[in-house]
């Protein structure tokens, strides 16, 4: 059998990375001003600040961390409407790990389960249909989150909820898209992005094809980048030879996972059960059409927002005026910039919603890079 390490030593080569990096300063020295890469992923925020990769970039060439950490940019009214729902009786709400630490306008998800809610942190959506079964007096709230990577298992779970017939089982749905946010992020007149690595995972659904309009519309090359140090240096290396040339393309550094077309039964899957939502707020963004999606009508009794409507807040809740989490998640400030950055707010005490998650830029700053310079 071949060992893990066997799998990514390669991927993880001092010697290759080194080498990789001389190449980039060859090809960087010959662009003229800077070239400021946002990686939308957090996957990718954390392998940066894990392998220390920002530290090996000639001084023309920077990272910036954008809003691609599904924790991070879910605002505060989301988890307000998570915790009024496991205020309810006879109410259990289900959802993915960090979700319960990030604050709310009243506490975290962690603090109302200390005070008796019934919230249970799962690792794998379908474990849901066990609780629902397991508690047929109760209703189950599956709190939803993620990008296009996480929207399928959500679409499994609503399918096996409908084919089982499981009554007990409603959905708060909170699946975000990646392309509308890179248009909201290029909107920005304050905008510092010249190039993107693309997310890997959400790739491997929804294709390379997703990127094309944004390097058309921005003129901005668009490198679709696995997860690992040597492809992330790989990628950046794609970017500075396009930039060199005055190219702006759409290249698949992560080739061995993600196709033109994506995942197209997880895409058929997601379309029956789910559509476009107008309208989604996001932390930091603010609200951006088309960007999230919802259930479809004919699912409107799995639908917690419908169900549930009476209960829920309505109002638009602003972060900690002290947390900069929305200039981080647009790229026009860096974790170190925020004032209460590893003081106020740290991974045990987070005042924002970077600082919650491992793929939020401040968490992986604070891990990796330390509190001071
Ligand atoms: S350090 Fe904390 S308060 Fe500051 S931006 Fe990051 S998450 Fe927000």
Redesign the pocket.
């Known amino acids: 059998m071949i060992a893990l390490t066997e799998l990514y030593k390669g991927f993880r080569d001092p010697e290759v990375i080194r080498s990789l990096a001389k190449e980039i300063a060859t090809y960087a020295s010959l662009i003229d001003g800077n070239v400021n890469i946002m990686e939308v992923c957090g996957g990718h925020t954390h392998t940066i600040m894990k392998y220390g990769l920002n530290q090996l970039l000639p001084d023309n060439i920077d990272f910036i961390h954008g809003p691609g950490c599904p924790v991070c940019i879910m605002p505060k009214e989301r988890i307000d409407h998570a915790a009024a729902l496991a205020n309810l009786p006879g109410i259990i709400l289900v959802t993915l790990g960090d979700m319960i630490r990030v604050p709310g306008s009243k506490g975290s998800l962690a603090n109302y389960r200390a005070n008796g809610c019934d919230i249970r942190p799962i690792y794998d959506p379908l474990d849901t249909l066990q609780i629902a079964i397991d508690n047929p007096d109760k209703t189950i709230v599956f709190f939803a989150i993620g990008f296009e990577t996480s929207t399928p298992m959500t679409a499994v779970l609503i399918d096996q909820a409908e084919k089982r017939d499981i009554k007990n089982l409603v959905f708060h749905i909170n699946h975000v898209l990646v392309p509308p946010a890179i248009d909201a992020v290029m909107a920005d007149p304050k905008a510092k992005v010249n190039a993107f690595i693309g997310p890997a995972h959400v790739s491997v659904i929804s294709g390379a094809k997703v990127y094309r309009p944004a390097v058309t519309n921005y003129n901005t090359p668009v490198v679709i980048s696995g997860f690992e140090p040597v492809d992330v240096m790989q990628s950046i290396l794609m970017i500075v030879k396009q930039k060199a040339a005055a190219k702006a393309e759409l290249e698949n550094q992560y080739s061995r996972s993600v196709s033109e077309e994506g995942n197209l039964t997880a895409q058929a899957l997601v379309n029956q059960y789910l559509k476009v939502r107008e309208h989604f707020r996001w932390r930091g963004l603010g609200p951006i059409p088309s960007s999230a999606l919802m259930l479809r009508d004919e699912y409107a009794h799995r639908d917690a927002e419908r169900v549930f409507a009476e209960h829920l807040p309505n109002e638009e809740i602003d972060?900690?005026k002290?947390?900069?989490?929305g200039d981080?998640l647009r790229g026009l400030c860096k974790?170190k910039d925020?004032k209460?950055?590893g003081r106020?707010?740290t991974p045990e005490t987070?005042?924002?919603?970077?600082?919650v998650s491992s793929e939020?830029a401040?968490n992986a700053y604070y891990r990796y890079n330390g509190v001071t310079e």
Do not use: N, T, Y
């Open positions: 972060d900690h002290a947390c900069q989490c981080i974790p925020c209460v950055f106020g707010c987070p005042l924002g919603s970077c600082m939020g401040c």
